[in-house]
Nanobody, 122 residues
């Protein structure tokens, strides 16, 4: 089970850093994705990073504002969220893909963590 943390309240234009980790196993060989779900909307892919850290994906809505990274020594994947907008408000989830393919479709992921709420005030 993954553990997502770091959410909270931010102002428009502000920044938040989300973390995804687990204590039960190493994330080193998995692609890890970040997803979000706003009230009344479907879960959407935000970003993903493969195990080699060279391949990353971003949704068009966050390109240039969000950056995904991973620190295998800390067994943690981060989502740096900058220039936040009210439409970024959602519950953010991290998930793992054992095939290490990655991508932004939730159905490609095998295991998930609980979400962390990010609220951006206008």
């Amino acid at each position: 089970q993954l553990q997502a943390s770091g959410g909270g309240l931010a102002q428009t234009g502000g920044s938040v850093i989300l973390s995804c980790t687990t204590s039960g196993f190493s994330l080193e060989h998995f692609a890890i994705g970040w997803f979000r779900q706003a009230p009344g909307k479907e879960r959407e892919g935000v970003s993903c990073i493969r195990s080699d850290r060279r391949i990353t994906f971003y949704a068009d809505s966050v390109k240039g504002r969000f950056t995904i990274s991973r620190d295998n020594a800390k067994n943690t994947v981060y989502l740096h969220m900058n220039s936040l907008k009210p439409e970024d408000t959602a519950v953010y989830y991290c998930a793992g893909d054992s095939s290490d393919t990655g991508g932004l479709k939730p159905t490609w992921y095998d295991f998930w963590g609980q979400g962390t709420q990010v609220t951006v005030s206008s």
